[in-house]
């Protein structure tokens, strides 16, 4: 016949089934056998501003150098001739002259208007740097320590828990040991 090596696990048997009770629980003192550290793999993604310059275009017009005239002639004519028509007697003269430099004019300005239109706006006349910056994040992979699995023996039973500190082989740690009747 086998003997009980620990004389508390018997009493404690005996004990549960005497009483009835369903479940005790009791606190035994525990040795320690080992204690490892357990590392948990972490992935932090770490921000950064990641910076350079660009060559924004600057639009604009220029004037046309190359106009022809003709839109000062054209309008000259123009307006003398009206002016002429709507000149009453010695008026007559000075409507033509009035009216011949003001088509002048507005002969000029319809040519400008219509050399921009056909290509002279919106040319890229220059360029200007600028700052662009924009979020980048780097992974970081990392091993914390999230713990200790701590091995012990109590009461001839081994078992393993997972505590928040370290401990050496010998140490005591107290064990919470739930018997059932059944």
Known sequence: MNKIKYPLIG??????????VNAETYTVSGEVIKSTPKYTTITDWIPRNVCNVVQIPIYGS???????????????LAGGILGNTIGKGSGKTAATIGGAILGGVIGNNVESNTNRGSGTSGRIVGYREEQRCRVRHDRKVSERLTGYTVTYEALGFKGTVIKPISYRAGDKINVRVTFNAR
């Open 11 to 20: 009493a404690l048997i005996v004990g549960c089934i005497s009483t009835g």
């Open 62 to 76: 220029q004037p046309d150098h190359n106009s022809s005239g003709m839109g000062a002639i054209v309008g000259g």
